[in-house]
């Protein structure tokens, strides 16, 4: 996960089965540490038994770094620590305080993986009222820098508010010089991208996007002359 090449990668939703302990962590595949919620519960809930959640998560982090080199924790795709972070679903509590709770949980898998390539899958901005806004999806990712993540991978959205998550397909003008079976629509990858802009500017580690695009190769020449040090994608929802 360096930043000295470009590089692409595909989200998926659950590691390929491992039947066997392997004597070389796999250095290609990276791994999202995720804390899944039900949009409907209160995130709040989980707060009494915060110690052992961590613990959880340390423990998980763990097994992982038995078998996968790149590890990321998850404060994106609407997963309990995003929830947790956001002050439209976190009302109670200061910035201060979501950032400073959701950071510990991060150093805490950092301390006990100090080897280990550990970043944070972070939404930077929610893209609906009340939600995260870019200037404190700025300073979490700064936060995290400081707390030893070693990349950022960069998303914006929640599912609460779709029609800026997930864009609808858009008609493509086809150009003189194009074969005739060029798709007739794409996802445009310039929402994909934008979220994370303001990371790159200001973070001295590598910062990828993560985001859904149909033609990803074209997303990721984008990407690369923006500055992002790769992109991560996963397929458009139907």
């Known amino acids: 996960m360096g930043d000295d090449h470009f590089a692409c990668g595909v989200r998926v939703d659950e590691l390929p089965r491992d039947n066997g302990r392997?004597?070389?962590?796999?250095?290609?595949?990276?791994?999202?540490?995720?804390f899944p919620v039900d949009p409907h519960d209160d995130a709040r809930r989980f707060l009494s038994s915060w110690d052992e959640l961590c613990a959880e998560a340390v423990r998980l982090a763990h097994e992982v770094a038995k078998h996968y080199a790149n590890i990321a924790l998850s404060v994106d795709e609407d997963g309990l620590l995003q929830h947790l972070l956001?002050?439209?679903?976190?009302?109670?509590?200061?910035?201060?305080?979501?950032?400073?709770?959701?950071?510990?949980?991060?150093?805490?898998?950092?301390?006990?993986?100090?080897?280990?390539?550990?970043?944070?899958?972070?939404?930077?901005?929610?893209l609906c009222p009340g939600g995260l806004d870019p200037l404190a999806g700025l300073n979490a990712a700064l936060a995290f820098e400081?707390?030893?993540?070693?990349?950022?991978?960069?998303s914006g959205g929640t599912r609460d508010f779709p029609a800026l998550?997930?864009?609808?397909?858009?008609?493509?003008?086809?150009?003189?010089?194009?074969?005739?079976?060029?798709p007739d629509t794409y996802i445009s990858a310039e929402l994909f991208l934008q979220s994370g802009l303001w990371l790159l500017e200001r973070l001295k580690i590598p910062v990828w996007a993560h985001g859904e695009v149909s033609d990803s190769a074209g997303a990721a020449q984008i990407?690369?002359?923006?500055?992002?040090?790769?992109?991560?994608?996963?397929?458009?929802?139907?």
Do not use: M
Not at 22 to 34: G, N, Q, R
Not at 146 to 154: C, D, K, L, R, Y
Not at 165 to 182: C, S, V
Not at 223 to 236: D, E, F, N, Q
């Open 223 to 238: 990407a690369r002359r923006l500055g992002y040090s790769g992109i991560l994608t996963s397929k458009p929802q139907n």
């Open 22 to 34: 392997s004597d070389h962590a796999d250095d290609k595949t990276l791994v999202v540490i995720e």
């Open 86 to 126: 956001s002050p439209r679903t976190q009302i109670a509590d200061s910035f201060d305080v979501r950032l400073s709770r959701v950071a510990h949980l991060f150093k805490s898998i950092r301390a006990e993986l100090p080897t280990t390539a550990l970043g944070v899958a972070l939404c930077t901005e929610e």
């Open 146 to 154: 400081s707390a030893g993540a070693q990349f950022i991978i960069a």
């Open 165 to 182: 998550k997930w864009r609808r397909p858009t008609r493509q003008k086809r150009r003189e010089h194009d074969a005739l079976d060029t």
